[in-house]
Each structure stands twice: as C-alpha cells, then as structure tokens.
C-alpha cells in the first residue's frame, strides 16, 4: 500500500474540504447570484484559503458549475427511488398509480422545502436566461425528462390520461419553487404553510388523474 506524503490530507479530508467548500459556495450564490461572489469570500465562508478553493474546484466558473451538480445529485437520488416506485406501481392500476404519484410529489416538496437553497441557486441562474444556460441541460433537463417519461408511460398504459405531461412537469416544479420562496417569506407558521401546499399539490393531482366516480 503507497505510503501518504507528509502534508499531503487524507483522501477523506479532501472529500470534507471539498464538501465545505461547495456548502458555502452554494449559499453565496444562492443569496447573490453568480457574479456578486468572489473566490476570496468563498474560502473564507468554507474557512480556508484561495489556494484551496482552487484545488478542489478550479475556476469560478467551474466552482458554479459543481454547486449545481452536487443539488442535481442529491436531488436525483431522491427522485429516481419514488419514481422507480412509480414505475413499478403502474402495471396496478389507476389508483395505484395515483397513490404512487402522489408519493413521488411528497419527496419532491419535502426535498425542496428541506434544501430552499435549491430553489434560491436555481432562480438566480434564471434571472439571466440566456447566460450558464448549459446548466439546465445538465442539471435540470434530466429530472424534468424523468418524470415526464413516467406520466407517458402511465398515459400509454391506460393508467391516466396526460395530453401534456412537460407542461404538467414544469408547473408543478414552479408551484414548488415559488412555495418554497413564500415559505421563507413568510411571518405566518411555517407548518400551516407546508400543511396547505400538500393538500393543494394532492388536490392538484387528484383533479388531473383521479378516474372518474372516485
């Protein structure tokens, strides 16, 4: 077994070196946008030097780039387990598909009620739509496509009937983020607010697929 240099960190370190240093990325960009951080405030938000940012990530470009892909991982983790339960429910009918939507919408909100600077990353990088557009092919188009292709699946199998289901997918992505923006804005309870957003995304999935008579 290769022996380690001295000063050199442990392959763990740098993993949690790196993880603070996208942590802290995220947050700044997430409250600033893209061009209002500096790599300097970066490192001193993640308490190391430039140096080091620039190990881990190289260029600002770069560091953006890998705040988006570490949300777009943790979201897909989350995402292709409820929708491989999906799936797998469509062959039981309508009413299990339907329960099975609903579950995939639950993990959707909850990831993004419990990680808002999701939301605050994202809506930064829309405000100028035609710049880092790249990123939406990368780390957006993905998801989108993953669950579009499940309501086309459940349509073609007779599970539902979705004419639509991109514009479907991307109304009820905006619904949540703009949920999340007033949940932050908010001086009321943040526990009624969750409370009524589920019950409207399930009456909201009710009213598009429940079969009729139900």
Avoid: I
């Avoid at 909850?110 to 880092?132: I, K, M, Q, S, V």
């Amino acid at each position: 077994m290769p022996r380690r240099r001295p000063g050199r960190p442990r392959r763990d370190q740098s993993r949690d070196t790196r993880e603070a240093v996208l942590a802290a990325a995220t947050s700044l960009f997430a409250q600033r946008g893209f061009d209002a951080v500096g790599l300097r405030e970066v490192a001193a938000a993640a308490g190391v030097d430039v140096a080091t940012v620039s190990h881990h990530t190289g260029t600002k470009a770069q560091l953006y780039d890998a705040c988006f892909a570490r949300v777009f991982a943790a979201e897909r983790q989350a995402l292709e387990a409820a929708a491989g339960n999906a799936r797998a429910a469509l062959d039981a009918g309508p009413a299990e598909a339907l329960r099975a939507l609903h579950d995939l919408v639950d993990v959707f909100v909850d990831f993004l009620e419990d990680r808002p600077e999701t939301t605050a990353l994202w809506l930064r990088r829309w405000l100028e739509p035609h710049r880092h557009a790249e990123l939406d092919q990368r780390y957006a188009a993905p998801l989108y496509r993953l669950v579009t292709e499940l309501l086309t699946a459940a349509a073609a199998g007779g599970a539902l009937v979705e004419p639509t289901p991109h514009v479907t997918v991307r109304s009820l992505v905006w619904a949540v983020h703009g949920h999340v923006v007033a949940l932050a804005a908010s001086d009321g309870s943040p526990a009624r607010e969750r409370r009524e957003f589920r019950a409207f995304v399930h009456r909201f999935l009710d009213g598009l697929y429940a079969p009729a008579g139900s």
